[in-house]
């Protein structure tokens, strides 16, 4: 399953140190807007220390975790929903992802230019989102507009998108977003199609900086209304320090626990984003062990079992017979396969069965 979250903000908030950090890939950074010029595109493993045990368990000659995939995307400005600092390029690369990552600066320092010549975090966010509006709006005007003949004589399927389409465009012309709209799976299905930005799910990454006027650290009253504005819709958020994480990775082990300990880093900012990111999209995680491997598979949750096998084979869907199936935990406590059977631990489901976040599977074709 190919899933993608696209790395978004103003120029100069730590887009790319943070894709960096997240990937370890060397994408350029600078302090000057536009840096990146295309899209970098970096696979980033889910962490899962489930897996790792149930490796161990099996003594498996691989391990393979889930991953998700990261897209550094240069910095969009305000007009970019009109063509400025290249803004419709950036636009598409954006609406080839499956969820949005905007990345917002909430530190002060001297050093580093901010395009707005101030920081000012709720309002980079609506300078953002606006442009993200402004192009669905666009993008839902055409639509409507190739639909019109269609609504005229009557077709009842193009009826009803033109409908759900004119509740969506109602809400961003009051700068909703288009998520905001209620939609039934009919609906859903039609607005899809049109690929509309402000639909997909956001993870605002608040980004600070060692050494530096942090607002989070300061209760600054931008931070407050920041986040209070993140409260009132619901959004997700996570703070992270994206330069102490570029550097960190210079570390393994011990050594990297040992200087994150040094520049009081707690926790893993990393990590939790990523786990952040990998809940947005709403997916979980479901495991096939053995001494060959031992894999974490991604599948959207409420997949049933012959869905989630199609993460596996598309095959597995058309050919299920059954799975066998049992918790991670459980494996683990029983010591191994043959005394979870003798337990009674390994349950036969069928077709209907809906996948849990951990289930151990084996599916018979």
Same mark, same amino acid.
């Given at each position: 399953m190919?899933?993608?979250v696209?790395i978004?903000?103003?120029p100069?908030?730590g =887009?790319s140190?943070?894709f960096?950090?997240?990937?370890?890939?060397?994408? &350029?950074t600078?302090?000057y807007?536009?840096c990146?010029?295309d899209?970098?595109?970096?696979? #980033?493993t889910?962490?899962?220390?489930? *897996?790792?045990?149930?490796?161990a368990?099996s003594?498996?000659q691989?391990? +393979?975790?889930? $991953?998700v995939?990261f897209?550094?995307?240069?910095?969009l400005v305000?007009?970019a929903?009109e063509g400025?600092?290249?803004?419709?390029?950036?636009?598409?690369?954006i609406?080839e992802?499956n !969820?949005?990552?905007?990345?917002?600066?909430?530190?002060e320092?001297? &050093?580093? $230019?901010?395009?707005?010549g101030k920081?000012d975090?709720l309002g980079d966010?609506?300078?953002?989102n606006?442009?993200? #509006?402004?192009a669905?709006l666009?993008?839902?005007?055409k639509?409507?507009?190739n *639909?019109g003949?269609?609504?005229?004589?009557?077709?009842?399927?193009a009826i009803?998108?033109?409908g759900?389409?004119t509740?969506?465009?109602?809400a961003?012309?009051t700068?909703?977003l288009a998520s905001?709209v209620?939609?039934?799976p009919?609906?859903? =299905?039609?607005?899809?199609?049109?690929n509309l930005l402000?639909?997909k799910?956001?993870l605002?990454i608040?980004?600070k900086?060692?050494? !530096?006027?942090?607002l989070?650290?300061?209760n600054?009253e931008?931070f407050?209304?920041?986040t209070e504005?993140?409260?009132?819709?619901?959004d997700?958020?996570?703070v992270?320090?994206?330069? $102490?994480?570029?550097?960190?990775n210079?570390?393994d082990g011990?050594?990297?626990?040992?200087f @994150?300990q040094?520049?009081?880093v707690?926790?893993?900012?990393i990590d939790e984003? +990523?786990? !952040?990111?990998?809940?947005?999209l709403?997916?979980?995680t479901?495991?096939?062990?053995?001494?060959?491997?031992?894999?974490?598979w991604t599948?959207?949750r409420g997949?049933?079992?012959?869905?989630?096998?199609?993460?596996?084979?598309?095959d597995?869907?058309?050919?299920f017979?059954?799975a066998?199936? $049992?918790?991670?935990?459980?494996?683990?406590d @029983?010591?191994s396969y043959?005394?979870?059977?003798?337990?009674g631990?390994v349950?036969?489901?069928?077709?209907?069965?809906?996948?849990?976040?951990g289930?151990?599977i084996?599916?018979?074709?």
């Amino acid at each position: 399953m190919s899933l993608s979250v696209g790395i978004v903000g103003l120029p100069n908030v730590g =887009k790319s140190t943070l894709f960096n950090a997240l990937t370890r890939k060397g994408a &350029e950074t600078a302090n000057y807007p536009f840096c990146t010029i295309d899209p970098s595109v970096g696979v #980033v493993t889910v962490p899962d220390e489930r *897996l790792g045990q149930l490796s161990a368990f099996s003594k498996s000659q691989k391990t +393979i975790p889930a $991953i998700v995939e990261f897209v550094d995307i240069a910095g969009l400005v305000k007009g970019a929903s009109e063509g400025e600092g290249l803004g419709n390029q950036f636009l598409a690369n954006i609406r080839e992802t499956n !969820a949005i990552g905007e990345v917002v600066r909430i530190f002060e320092d001297n &050093e580093i $230019i901010h395009v707005g010549g101030k920081i000012d975090p709720l309002g980079d966010v609506e300078v953002i989102n606006l442009e993200l #509006v402004l192009a669905d709006l666009q993008t839902i005007t055409k639509r409507m507009e190739n *639909l019109g003949r269609d609504v005229k004589r009557g077709d009842k399927a193009a009826i009803k998108e033109h409908g759900a389409l004119t509740r969506i465009r109602a809400a961003l012309e009051t700068g909703e977003l288009a998520s905001s709209v209620v939609l039934d799976p009919e609906e859903q =299905k039609f607005v899809k199609q049109c690929n509309l930005l402000t639909a997909k799910p956001f993870l605002y990454i608040l980004n600070k900086k060692a050494g !530096a006027k942090n607002l989070d650290e300061l209760n600054d009253e931008r931070f407050q209304k920041l986040t209070e504005f993140f409260k009132k819709r619901g959004d997700h958020y996570v703070v992270v320090d994206a330069k $102490i994480e570029e550097e960190l990775n210079e570390f393994d082990g011990a050594e990297r626990k040992s200087f @994150a300990q040094e520049l009081g880093v707690k926790g893993d900012g990393i990590d939790e984003l +990523i786990v !952040a990111a990998y809940d947005l999209l709403l997916l979980m995680t479901y495991f096939t062990t053995g001494e060959d491997e031992s894999r974490a598979w991604t599948v959207h949750r409420g997949a049933t079992a012959p869905e989630a096998g199609m993460a596996i084979h598309t095959d597995f869907k058309e050919k299920f017979i059954r799975a066998e199936v $049992i918790n991670w935990k459980t494996l683990l406590d @029983a010591g191994s396969y043959a005394a979870a059977r003798e337990n009674g631990l390994v349950r036969t489901e069928g077709k209907e069965y809906v996948v849990k976040d951990g289930d151990v599977i084996e599916f018979k074709i």
